[in-house]
């Protein structure tokens, strides 16, 4: 930790199973995350502290501000659009089934405002041990294209970007390793992959 600096819990009992995939909203000043097996999605005031969430219709993976109002999230095999004050999602794309449970996982979006999510196998038994190589990592264009990146991943997880924009890092968690890939912000194109880590 460093010097003189404390820390404090923000958020206390924010969720009752698996909270996950923060997103900081900087424009309204909250915190949106979600709770994948209570099938939520939360949404956190920094500036009263109140906690207000959605209850949707299946497992929830992420969450990620619209520009034109609303959010889009990871649900069940779809990526949907989601009204807040209605609580109503709309599909806009749905993936085939590759596994017998498999899912929308981790979420995020690119530099260019391109929303980027994987899925997921189901889980097997409760080691826990999750389907291996069902998942895949997509790319949704501003223009409402869905990409498919890569194939063969077992957790889809861990999305960011470099503050040069030049690599994308990503872990399928199944792997125990962080991947660093070489992004061309303009194409949305991934290549040159290698490991960054090991955890």
Not at 18 to 30: A, M, Y
Not at 63 to 72: D, H, K, M, S, T
Not at 113 to 120: D, E, K, L, P, Q
Request: aromatic content about 10%.
């Amino acid at each position: 930790m460093f010097s003189g600096m404390s820390v404090s819990v923000a958020i206390p009992n924010a969720t009752r199973q698996l909270g996950e995939g923060p997103h900081w909203e900087d424009i309204t000043g909250t915190l949106m995350f979600v709770d994948s097996l209570e099938q939520q999605v939360f949404k956190w005031n920094a500036v009263n502290k109140e906690v207000s969430s959605v209850k949707l219709d299946g497992p929830v993976g992420s969450v990620v501000p619209c520009l034109n109002g609303g959010y889009l999230v990871g649900l069940g095999r779809t990526i949907s659009h989601l009204d807040w004050e209605t609580g109503v999602t709309k599909k806009l794309h749905e993936v085939n089934p590759k596994g017998f449970n498999d899912r929308f996982n981790d979420g995020k979006c690119d530099p260019a405002g391109r929303f980027w999510t994987g899925t997921m196998g189901g889980q097997i038994d409760e080691t826990p041990l999750f389907e291996p190589n069902v998942g895949s990592l997509y790319s949704l264009d501003i223009n409402g294209k869905l990409v498919t990146h890569l194939n063969n991943i077992t957790i889809s997880n861990g999305l960011a970007w470099s503050s040069d924009n030049r690599v994308m890092f990503y872990t399928d968690t199944g792997t125990r390793k962080v991947e660093a890939f070489t992004y061309d912000v303009t194409s949305g194109e991934i290549s040159m992959y290698r490991v960054h880590m090991y955890t």
